[in-house]
């Protein structure tokens, strides 16, 4: 395939990868890894990476492990592949970032401190009367120790804590590593803040003022604007131009202390939206109460409605027996009447303790359910960050100088990738076609009934490597011997440009001055061979052991010299099944394709896996690589055969089996196909007789790879 179209075929296939095959795999994560590695000052010892599209978290870190949720909502909004690998680098930058800078500890102590009842590190200090009053407010809270209110103050605490670190994080990050981290972060912080809501849009769902207040705040955070273009105008918008200073100020400082410290501030600030609530909640709370009982005392009488019968009917007795029950009360001692006031009371006292704790219970469960709104009405891209996970401090940690070339590693992978891909498509297509020309090949009378199956490998196992790198060391032994000879051949070939000619029509300018008067040069075209080679391989098991090392080093070595030569070469190896039938049409026959005329990188390791099995019906293979050769539009076919021995197979075999080959050899003789037998076992009168002048003995098997090179050498000369 010309390298045009391969390049074209490549690219066809990048463009239909999918995020799950890219992001799933090996060389992805080894990517990511590298860069977290990097950008931690190597301290980075795991990375998770995993995918789940229902989650809010995008990515988080505990001490020297990060996690990156493929399937965020973040990276997944984005349309390329390229992108969302830029959304992941991001995603990785920022938690890293948390590694490097967050300390997790202070904001433990941070929330344990302000549950306890206590401001950590320390009480905020008013500005102004108003604050004054809005602290000694939110003391009361604190000396109580109420935790469902206390809670409130930490979840809105948190998150702007949280808000203010990934401010200081992200603009540190971004400042050291300007490729493709910062890119990353800042498409995420963008895609965020495209769907943040509009003011009005909030005002209008109804939300309570903390989460709109909380969501204004994150849009100032992140662009340094806010999203109220459609014109609404609420005081929310002044509150915020209040903490618009004070959110820069921490978003800039270095330490964690002082953003805990403008968080104290902040939450002073806004304490006039934390009494609005807790009013809310106090008479939300209250209205329960009332209504409970009227509702427990309908619900009871439509359960009962005889027993409210029976309760009238008890009261109709008792009125008529009013005289009666009156006189015998009258009876009654001094003891008893002071029992029954004693027992009022206590039932009074029981009552009212009972009301309390069901104000109690009704006031918790409006809290609880307003922090759960809270938590669901906070900004979408703080809680993506990472949400609260603890992160671990690591202090000190240099910046590296340059970041990962992450955008020709991510091309690397789709590249190898795509060409894997279309490799295995192409071996596909290959082995189709060799298939359909088998079948189209007219074989000769009784070769015609045989079985035939075409093998090629298209999986190269870590053996096989290793088997074909034992080859090379030979071949490169065999090629310097054949060095002074090879060489001229192919510099002939090559366009080159002789230099310092004393004739010539062009002038060679770097020699101009040269004394001698040689100043001419001459373009030589090279020699264009119009040759194409086929190399047939016996794989019968009597070439068992050297005969098939060496075989297969000849087959090596012409490989490399056709390629070096830009000469189309086919290497084919045969063999039986080795069972002996009665019926041909019984047998098969074996055609490993090795290297095909259209070549591939895969082909030394199928010419090194040859394995020798079975017997040898020599007739199909040379009818097969024979037609193979005829089917090409170079001039000169030349067909060498590398065999031990006579035919033999299933009813073919002795002077039948020679007449048939010396049949076909003629037959392709004279349709142009030269050839070359290569004879290395015992039977070599039996093969000299076939192939008559193209018989070559092979007495030493180290010679061979030798021999058949130079034989190719000579044709070529021709």
Request: charged share 30%; with cysteine; aromatic share 8%.
């Amino acid at each position: 395939m010309k390298k045009a179209l391969y390049r074209k075929r490549i690219c066809a296939e990048k463009e239909k990868l999918t995020p799950e095959k890219v992001f799933h795999t090996p060389q992805y994560r080894d990517l990511l890894t590298s860069i977290g590695r990097e950008i931690t000052g190597g301290e980075l010892t795991t990375l998770r990476l995993y995918d789940d599209e229902n989650s809010g978290i995008a990515g988080w870190n505990r001490g020297k492990t990060v996690a990156v949720n493929l399937g965020n909502q973040i990276t997944s909004s984005f349309l390329t592949l390229e992108l969302k690998s830029d959304s992941l680098i991001g995603i990785l930058g920022h938690e890293c970032g948390h590694y490097r800078y967050t300390d997790s500890a202070l904001r433990k102590r941070y929330a344990e401190h302000m549950l306890n009842g206590s401001w950590y590190p320390k009480e905020p200090v008013p500005e102004n009367a108003q604050e004054k009053e809005a602290l000694d407010a939110m003391n009361v809270y604190f000396e109580r120790k109420d935790k469902a209110i206390l809670s409130i103050f930490l979840q809105t605490a948190s998150y702007l804590s949280n808000l203010l670190n990934d401010m200081y994080i992200e603009e540190k990050m971004c400042a050291l590593f300007p490729g493709s981290i910062r890119r990353g972060i800042l498409m995420n912080r963008d895609r965020n803040v495209e769907w943040l809501p509009t003011l009005r849009e909030m005002l209008e769902t109804e939300k309570d003022k903390i989460s709109i207040l909380m969501n204004l705040c994150a849009q100032y955070a992140l662009s340094s604007r806010v999203n109220a273009w459609d014109g609404a105008d609420y005081e929310l918008i002044d509150t915020l131009k209040l903490l618009m200073p004070v959110i820069d100020e921490a978003g800039k400082a270095a330490d964690d202390m002082e953003r805990y410290l403008a968080t104290n501030h902040i939450l002073l600030m806004i304490w006039k939206y934390f009494a609005e609530i807790i009013e809310e909640i106090e008479k939300n709370s209250t209205e329960n109460e009332e209504q409970q009982p009227e509702q427990e005392e309908r619900e009871g009488q439509k359960e009962n409605p005889e027993e409210s019968e029976k309760e009238e009917s008890e009261e109709e007795k008792q009125g008529n027996t009013g005289a009666q029950t009156e006189q015998n009360e009258n009876k009654t001692g001094k003891d008893d009447t002071e029992q029954g006031t004693e027992t009022e009371d206590k039932m009074e006292a029981n009552g009212k303790e009972q009301e309390a704790e069901d104000r109690e219970n009704g006031r918790a469960a409006e809290l609880q359910k307003f922090l759960q709104q809270l938590c669901e009405n906070l900004p979408k891209c703080v809680r993506e960050s990472g949400g609260f996970e603890d992160k671990q401090n690591e202090c000190g940690i240099p910046a590296s100088e340059t970041e990962a070339s992450s955008d020709n590693a991510l091309q690397k992978i789709l590249y190898e990738m795509a060409k894997e891909t279309l490799d295995e498509k192409i071996q596909k297509e290959i082995f189709e076609h060799l298939q359909k020309e088998l079948m189209e090949i007219p074989f000769e009378e009784g070769h015609d009934l045989v079985l035939k199956k075409l093998c090629r490998k298209t999986e190269i196992s870590d053996f096989l490597k290793l088997q074909t790198e034992k080859y090379e060391e030979q071949l490169k032994q065999v090629k310097k011997r054949l060095r002074l000879k090879l060489l001229p051949i192919l510099k002939n070939q090559k366009e080159r440009t002789e230099h310092k000619l004393f004739l010539g029509r062009r002038v060679d300018l770097r020699n101009i001055a040269a004394p001698s008067g040689a100043v001419f040069k001459k373009q030589q075209p090279g020699k264009k061979l119009d040759i194409c080679v086929a190399v047939l391989v016996d794989n019968s098991f009597s070439m068992c052991g050297e005969r098939m090392d060496y075989a297969i080093l000849a087959a090596l070595c012409l490989y490399d010299f056709c390629m070096e030569s830009e000469i189309p070469v086919l290497v084919c190896g045969h063999h039986t099944d080795g069972y002996r039938h009665e019926n041909l049409k019984d047998e098969t026959v074996y055609l490993h394709c090795c290297a095909d005329f259209e070549t591939d990188e895969k082909d030394r390791f199928r010419i090194a896996g040859m394995q020798p099995y079975g017997s040898n019906r020599d007739g199909t293979a040379l009818w097969y690589a024979g037609s193979r050769l005829l089917e090409r539009p170079e001039k000169q076919k030349l067909l060498f055969v590398i065999s031990d021995g006579a035919p033999n197979a299933n009813q073919y075999g002795g002077t039948g089996a020679k007449r048939d080959l010396q049949k076909i050899r003629k037959k392709l003789l004279q349709q142009g196909v030269f050839f070359q037998a290569a004879a290395i076992g015992s039977d070599k009168e039996a093969i000299q007789e076939i192939y008559e002048e193209s018989f070559l003995d092979i007495t030493d098997l180290e010679q061979l790879p030798a021999l058949l090179t130079k034989k190719l050498l000579r044709f070529i000369r021709r």
